[in-house]
């Protein structure tokens, strides 16, 4: 079992930033690579960065490459996620979730936070 918690969400206003975390225990051995997704009310919920717990590996959605930056830090069992030039359109609750493979679908994730909204406003 791997147990998730996220916090650092809030309200902010367009083209501010806001950082994420995430921390992870229990069997983060077990654990590939770390995902943060996003959800709105109604809609599905969306992949947005990956990270893989060994070599680091990176990957974006391609609505937020450039400005979202994802990071890890195995000594401590976080997970980051660096949100840069907030738009509207980045309002969500925002999860992290843990697999055991390299994989951008939410079905691949065997463990997910509570999630932590963000609220950027115009």
């Known amino acids: 079992q791997v147990q998730l918690v996220e916090s650092g969400g809030g309200l902010v206003q367009a083209g501010g930033s806001l950082t994420l975390s995430c921390a992870a225990s229990?069997?983060?051995?077990?654990?590939?690579?770390m995902g943060w997704f996003r959800q709105v009310p109604g809609e599905e919920r969306e992949f947005v960065a990956i990270i893989t717990r060994s070599s680091g590996r990176t990957y974006y959605a391609a609505s937020v490459k450039g400005r979202f930056t994802i990071s890890r830090d195995n000594a401590r069992n976080t997970v980051a996620l660096q949100m840069n030039s907030l738009k509207p359109e980045d309002t969500a609750v925002y999860y992290c979730a843990a697999s055991s493979s390299f994989s951008l679908g939410p079905s691949a994730y065997d463990y997910w936070g509570q999630g932590t909204q963000v609220t950027v406003s115009s």
């Open positions: 229990g069997r983060t051995s077990s654990t590939y690579a």
